[in-house]
T-cell receptor, first 113, second 115 residues
Framework: AQSVTQLGSHVSVSEGALVLLRCNYS??????LFWYVQYPNQGLQLLLK??????LVKGINGFEAEFKKSETSFHLTKPSAHMSDAAEYFC???????????FGSGTKLNVKP | DAGITQSPRHKVTETGTPVTLRCHQT?????MYWYRQDPGHGLRLIHY???????DKGEVSDGYSVSRSKTEDFLLTLESATSSQTSVYFC??????????????FGPGTRLTVT
């Protein structure tokens, strides 16, 4: 079975500080990995995805994530937080040639002025 | 933005009544999904469809049924609503190419309250 663990249901950073949101997955086969962002009262928007090409993936709004197979991790980072980054972030995994997706429980990012 | 709409956007209903939520897409994507979102649980898959009249259960399918008679429409029915089904429901679509998964695109959500 596949699962996704997001460490920290709430993360708070100061504006301009590094953002690090953690995601670990369990999968018996190479996965596809995704990060989504959800703003209040909206649906989820894709930030970035890993599909077995480059291990460092760049997404929208200055976010990036690195796939580390040895650590089964796909952490999301942004060098400098902006107030507009305050939202909930979800990590998701899917398997090669299989169209079901498994989501983590989410991390709410708070950005302090 | 992907063309996905959900209706209604908000609904309040009484325990024991049937409820149908509609998802409509204009992208002609093969795969459609229904999720529920609850605090602390992220998104949990209820049912999904991999083509017209082809559906399968997700992890929280009890008390829900689905139908897909056209590519563009995917209906979720709560056969007899219960308070535990109070949630925000999201529809998603995916192109689902044969070699590997593609990303999902999400609708705006339906907030359902069962009293």
């Amino acid at each position: 079975a596949q699962s996704v663990t997001q460490l920290g249901s709430h993360v708070s950073v100061s504006e301009g500080a590094l953002v690090l949101l953690r995601c670990n997955y369990s999968s018996s086969v190479p996965p596809y990995l995704f990060w989504y962002v959800q703003y209040p009262n909206q649906g989820l928007q894709l930030l970035l995805k890993y599909t077995s090409a480059a291990t460092l993936v760049k997404g929208i709004n200055g976010f990036e994530a690195e796939f580390k197979k040895s650590e089964t991790s796909f952490h999301l980072t942004k060098p400098s937080a902006h107030m507009s980054d305050a939202a909930e972030y979800f990590c998701a995994v899917s398997l090669y040639n299989f169209n079901k997706f498994y989501f983590g429980s989410g991390t709410k990012l708070n950005v302090k002025p | 933005d992907a063309g996905i709409t959900q209706s209604p956007r908000h609904k309040v209903t009484e325990t024991g009544t049937p409820v149908t939520l509609r998802c409509h897409q204009t992208e002609n994507h093969r795969y459609m999904y229904w999720y529920r979102q609850d605090p602390g649980h992220g998104l949990r898959l209820i049912h999904y469809s991999y083509g017209v009249k082809d559906t399968d259960k997700g992890e929280v399918s009890d008390g829900y049924s689905v139908s897909r008679s056209k590519t563009e429409d995917f209906l979720l029915t709560l056969e007899s609503a219960t308070s535990s089904q109070t949630s925000v429901y999201f529809c998603a679509i995916s192109e689902g190419r044969g070699q590997g998964a593609t990303e999902q695109y999400f609708g705006p959500g339906t907030r359902l309250t069962v009293t």
